[in-house]
């Protein structure tokens, strides 16, 4: 007679023979380097890559300042000035970027000097999805509630700045169509119309006397805030919930302009880097990226936003850590509800591992076992965790930098250098963020770097509607 045999019984022997135990349960026997340089492997750029990346990003916006139809939209923002620090007034601006929406009131006294008081509105989820009206009423909600919490003279109609950070095709200065939403938005019956527009009618049914004058991307916001402060400022950058960017780019080189001749002879164009390479032929896309694309509420578009911004980085590092929690050399195996959640893992929560320089990673151990409640946590667990939160987070920073540096290099501006005003959670909270571009930088412009500022544009594209709207008095 044929003896039968167990075939799983057979595969527990065999995993037995190549795993070790901790004190609570059997890990497979892959030694910690192994692991590292695996996923090094996967997330580390070379210099050389980055000048790959940077060549393309560069050629890129020549074809988006050609014609409309291509991945980077290179928008021009209608403003052709930049300010001089000396405009005066007061003004409203509304923020509307991602999480929250800021109401401020904007007193632009001169000499860069800038007053503002300011209220946070937590948008809510069922806003961000429903009718578009849905979401301006609740804009114009808070307007409201702002000038009487702040009691703002409304005698006379209120001139508005409108930084709305989702892309548009602008088509004046107080004049743009949605053209998609991102960041967690997606607004029925809005693509293709004017979102000054859709303001002014939920300010019009709520009675408030505000005209909106300059529609405002928040990276031009930003741009315009600090040139206010510092007229060497060219680019604005917000790498925060989501990412883009703004700089001069001189009249000549915008071949697709047809509004007529531009006294200044400079332009401030939206770049909409976000979607850079969704044809996906240069940056570093890996399965994780490619899983997170697959289930996020944009698929195949924002490909370059997903790889370097707070709303994305989190969910990275969730998807590594479920696959080595799969091939059993994470946690054992042994997974949780939380961990096995898309979106669970929060960027906060990177950034409170990278901070983390205790020698038992304790505060690493509190975020994986009291938040996100794996049942239990080897030192050698930690170890690698905080390894991915710092592959992930190295990678954006670098690829962010290769941003900054294709928007230098087409200024021609590495020569004669210029600032670089940065805003948005990433950029200002992110440990050691700042320092990985400048690192990148220098890997790509050598001692050149050394021209190029990065400087926080805190809050920049708030002030910098009022700037905008004060130029649009002039």
């Known amino acids: 007679m044929e003896k039968s045999f167990d075939i799983n019984a057979l595969r527990e022997i065999l995993h037995q023979n190549t795993s070790q135990m901790t004190g609570k349960y059997t890990y497979r026997e892959i030694d910690e380097s192994t692991v590292y340089a695996e996923l090094e492997d996967i997330f580390i750029l ?27 939209k290179m928008i021009p923002s209608f403003v052709t000035n930049r300010p001089t620090g000396k405009e005066v007034g007061t003004y409203l601006a509304l923020d509307l970027g991602g999480t929250n929406f800021r109401v401020c009131e904007i007193n632009l006294e001169g000499q860069s000097k800038v007053r503002l008081r300011a209220k946070k509105f937590t948008i809510p989820d069922s806003a961000k999805t429903a009718d578009q009206s849905v979401l301006f009423d609740f804009l114009a909600e808070s307007i409201a509630i702002f000038i009487k919490e702040y009691n703002i003279n409304t005698e006379k109609d209120i001139n508005l700045g409108f930084t709305f950070s989702f892309p548009v095709q602008q088509t004046a200065l107080n004049k743009g169509t949605i053209l998609l939403w991102n960041k967690g938005f997606n607004c029925a019956n809005s693509i293709g119309k004017d979102v000054v527009t859709l303001l002014s009618e939920a300010l019009t049914r709520k009675q408030l ?25 060219c680019v604005g950058v917000i790498l925060g919930t989501g990412t883009n960017a703004a700089y001069v780019e001189s009249a000549d080189a915008i071949p697709k302009w047809t509004g007529g001749p531009i006294k200044s002879n400079e332009m401030i164009i939206n770049s909409e880097w976000g979607a850079f ?128 540096a ?54 920049g594209s708030g002030i910098g509607a009022a700037v905008i709207a004060a130029l649009a008095d002039k």
Not at 49 to 72: A, N, P, Q, W, Y
Not at 409 to 433: L, Q
Not at 447 to 457: C, D, P, R, T, Y
């Open 46 to 72: 070379s210099p050389q890559r980055l000048r790959e990346i940077c060549k393309v990003f560069v050629k890129e916006m020549e074809k988006g300042l050609e014609s409309d139809d291509c991945t980077l």
């Open 406 to 459: 294709a928007v230098v290099t087409k200024m021609n501006r590495v020569d004669t250098g210029c600032t670089v005003a940065i805003d948005g959670s990433v950029y200002e909270h992110y440990p050691h963020f700042d320092n990985r571009m400048r690192d990148a930088l220098h890997e790509l412009f050598g001692m050149f770097s050394e021209n190029v500022s990065l400087q926080l544009g805190k809050d």
């Open 277 to 404: 390479d969704n044809e996906r032929k240069v940056l570093p896309w890996t399965k994780y990226d490619e899983q997170q694309d697959k289930q996020s509420t944009n698929p195949g578009k924002q490909t370059y936003e997903k790889m370097i911004s707070g709303m994305y980085l989190g969910e990275i590092v969730r998807l590594v850590c479920k696959d080595l929690i799969e091939r059993k050399i994470l946690f054992g195996g042994m997974s949780s509800s939380e961990m096995d959640t898309p979106g669970k893992f929060e960027t906060a929560y990177m950034s409170r591992i990278e901070r983390d320089h205790t020698a038992e990673l304790t505060d690493t151990k509190m975020v994986l076992q009291e938040i996100l409640k794996i049942p239990y946590v080897a030192p050698r667990d930690r170890r690698i965790v905080r390894r991915i939160c710092e592959l992930v987070a190295i990678r954006a920073a670098r690829l962010a930098a290769c941003g900054v």
């Open 209 to 233: 006397k505000v005209n909106v004058v300059a529609l405002v991307n928040d990276t031009v916001g930003t741009l315009m805030s600090h040139a206010y402060v510092d007229p060497g400022t």
